[in-house]
Structures are given as structure tokens and as C-alpha cells.
């Protein structure tokens, strides 16, 4: 083994080793991301998309966890959500990527932050992402509803419609654009609906398309579907509950955000 040292700089085995003691070397920080899958349930419905960022923020602080933050004069932290759910929607599928500046257990992350978070919000799953995947945003590709509908929908109209309207080759809506209202075609981005009704209550399960490339809310569908029915549609009488959110992988096909991009347990096998 051959081993030179030359104005602070290491040789060894051909690989260049900086000596960080010196005067204005600053040893590069190596972040940990973790996946993390939250509920957002009745009881924060109708808390926005920013107050649940300040949310986890003063929780990540409670729980005392090695976050890690960004350079320059107002350092953050380094926390980035997927897909933000509608005000009054609840949900057991929403994402966050939470960088930290050390390597802890997946499940030690998920615990303390339940510890800390408010009623209505619980810390599913956290895995830590160790193979190459995309931001929680950017992978995004689908997202499961269910739909509590009214009591105008009855399981047998529900029941005998439905394959119908999806039979339709194009269904159009006024679809909401940042600027202005546009009529656009629907069809292509309901990728599943069913009818999954009990004894209790009419519901349909929809499974569309969601993300930056492609994005459909539940309730143009379900606006569509009483329209067809000839029912009258009253929005504050539906409830909408997102299930999860996916993302298509070539060769693997449909995943949910946080499978197969890393390991629940350090040192066990990938998920």
C-alpha cells in the first residue's frame, strides 16, 4: 500500500482523502430521506396544506429528531409533501420526504412523531429511501377514493349504472384550470370505479389519475355520475376519503408511494 501526503491531502489505494482538520475544508453532509405515510382525519379536515407542513415542523422539533436543514441566511427544514388534499377530505394515504442529518431507524421516526402529533394525524409507515426514486410529488402517477355518496343514490341505481357510465367513450365536465373553466375530457383519467356498498352506507371506490402529468378530483366524477343518473348533485352532502397514492413503475406496474424504494428496518431486506 502506497500512501503520500501532500498538502493535506490523503492518497491511499489511488483514492483521494481530504483532511477536514485543515482551515477551510467544510466536511460535506450526507442526508438520510424518509418516506413517511400520515392520516389526516376528521378532526383536521379542513386544516390546510401549509398548516400541516407547520404541523410536522413543531412536531419534528418536539420529538427532537435529527432533521436536517437548508443552507444560507433562513435555514428550514428540509421536508417536501406529495399531492395536497382538498379541503374536507379526509385520509389515510398522504406522504411526506423528510431529509435528516443522521441514519435512525425508520420505525424510531414514525414513533416519536406520534408521540407529538395532534389527534386526527398518525404516522403510518416510514421507510427509509435507499434505492433511486423520485421526490413524493414527482412520483405520483394515481390515487385511491372512497366516496360516501347521499342518500339519492341508492345501491341498486348505483349498482345498474355504473358499468355504463364507464362504457361511455368520453365524459365531459367543466374542469377548474388556474386561470379560467374549460370543458375536458374525463374518461381517460378514471382509471377504475366500483361499487362497494354496504348495509350502511352507498359508497364507490374510484381509482384515478393524480399528479403533475395528469390530475383528476373526485368530485367531477361524482358530479358526472348524478348528472347521467339525473340526480341532483349537492357537493356539501358528499364525503371523500383518499385511500393512497401510487405511482407507476415500468416492469412492476402499480405501487404504492412508499414500496419498494427502501428499508422499514436498517440492515433488513428492501420493500
Known amino acids: 500500500m502506497v500512501q503520500n501526503v501532500l498538502e493535506g491531502v490523503f492518497v491511499m489505494n489511488e483514492q483521494k482523502q481530504i483532511d477536514y482538520s485543515q482551515k477551510g475544508y467544510t466536511k460535506p453532509k450526507e442526508h438520510f430521506i424518509y418516506r413517511v405515510k400520515f392520516t389526516k382525519g376528521e378532526e383536521v379536515k379542513f386544516i390546510g396544506h401549509l398548516d400541516i407542513m407547520r404541523l410536522f415542523q413543531r412536531a419534528i422539533k418536539r420529538a427532537k ?55 386526527g394525524v398518525k404516522v403510518l409507515d416510514s421507510v427509509l429511501i435507499t434505492q433511486k426514486a423520485q421526490s413524493a410529488m414527482a412520483s405520483i402517477d394515481g390515487a385511491k377514493y372512497i366516496v360516501y355518496a347521499d342518500k339519492k343514490l341508492t345501491k341498486e341505481l348505483l349498482e345498474k349504472n355504473i358499468n355504463e357510465f364507464l362504457a361511455q367513450k368520453e365524459i365531459f365536465v367543466m374542469k377548474k384550470t388556474k386561470n379560467n373553466e374549460k370543458i375536458t375530457d374525463i374518461r381517460k383519467d378514471i382509471f377504475d370505479m366500483k361499487n ?42 358528499m364525503k371523500y376519503h383518499r385511500l393512497d397514492l401510487m405511482r407507476k413503475e415500468e416492469g412492476k406496474g402499480w405501487l404504492a408511494l412508499g414500496e419498494e424504494i427502501g428499508v422499514r428496518s436498517i440492515g433488513g431486506k428492501y420493500e
Open 65 to 119: 429528531l435529527p432533521v436536517a436543514y437548508s443552507q444560507g441566511f433562513n435555514p428550514h427544514q428540509l421536508l417536501s409533501f406529495a399531492n395536497p388534499l382538498t379541503l374536507g377530505t379526509t385520509s389515510e394515504g398522504e406522504y411526506g420526504d423528510f431529509e435528516m442529518a443522521e441514519k435512525i431507524e425508520p420505525a424510531f421516526v414514525m414513533n416519536e412523531l406520534n408521540k407529538t402529533l395532534p389527534k
Open 196 to 237: 362497494i356498498s354496504d348495509e350502511r352506507e352507498i359508497k364507490i371506490y374510484l381509482y384515478l389519475a393524480a399528479g403533475s402529468r395528469r390530475n383528476l378530483k373526485p368530485e367531477p366524477v361524482i358530479k358526472s355520475f348524478y348528472e347521467y343518473l339525473g340526480l341532483e348533485f349537492e357537493k356539501y352532502y
